[in-house]
């Protein structure tokens, strides 16, 4: 692949998919444990997530603009685009760190 794809919801993977390729003599892998990589001595991911702090949640919006059908069929209409992209990222993403995985880097 030309390109090297990280996903926020798995930061855990998307750091040992760039340390692999940045780093593969692992001069700096502290560096990547310490904003998210799966630490490999412990298996422990040292920097969990943080909660949301929105007094509203996602879903609760959502719910809201479910209730107005003309809005919520432009809504669905609006980032179905951006869904098929986001989906194609991350099945590349997915493709790439078993890829990894198998070669036994992580």
Not at 7 to 22: A, C, F, G, P, Q
Request: neutral net charge.
């Amino acid at each position: 692949y030309n390109v090297i794809i990280g996903v926020v919801e798995r930061m855990s993977d998307s750091m040992e998919l760039l340390k692999h390729y940045i780093d593969p003599i692992n001069k700096m892998e502290s560096l990547f444990v310490k904003y998210g990589m799966k630490d490999p001595v412990t298996g422990e991911i040292v920097r969990p997530r943080e909660k949301n702090t929105s007094p509203v949640s996602t879903s609760a919006v959502l719910a809201e603009i479910k209730n107005d059908k003309k809005l919520y069929e432009k809504l669905v209409e609006i980032v179905k685009y951006e869904q098929r992209i986001t989906d194609f990222a991350v099945g590349l993403h997915s493709r790439q760190y078993n890829m990894i995985e198998k070669m036994g880097a992580t």
